[in-house]
């Protein structure tokens, strides 16, 4: 099942700021629709992460560019994988996903 458009809704999917929270065991993706201005409008938040894997996607890191997410599926109930340009995010999870908007 594809948590993309169910999480992105109409943002855009440029990332902001992607953290990892390992002390609230928590992953926060803030996203903005427009790169220029600088400012989030969506924080994508991943509670009760068991787990948290990360695989470089990109032979070389660029720093340079900015990374956005690709895709968001879950393919068991408790796994969800975050694509992004730059990475593919493994998470083990029991809690559900969701989203703040950002003011």
């Known amino acids: 099942m594809s948590l993309t458009g169910k999480l992105l809704g109409d943002c855009a999917p440029y990332i902001f700021n992607l953290v990892y929270d390992i002390d609230v065991r928590m992953v926060f993706i803030e996203c903005m629709d427009d790169p220029d201005c600088g400012e989030p409008?969506?924080?994508?938040?991943?509670?009760?992460?068991?787990?948290?894997?990360?695989?470089?996607?990109?032979?070389?890191?660029?720093?340079?560019?900015?990374?956005?997410?690709?895709?968001?599926?879950?393919?068991?109930?408790?796994?969800?994988?975050?694509?992004?340009?730059?990475?593919?995010?493994?998470?083990?999870?029991t809690g559900e996903p969701f989203v703040e908007e950002i003011e």
């Open 41 to 93: 409008d969506l924080r994508l938040v991943f509670p009760e992460v068991l787990s948290y894997r990360e695989k470089n996607l990109q032979a070389k890191p660029d720093d340079e560019t900015m990374d956005d997410v690709v895709s968001i599926e879950q393919p068991q109930k408790d796994t969800i994988v975050i694509t992004t340009y730059k990475k593919e995010i493994t998470l083990q999870v």
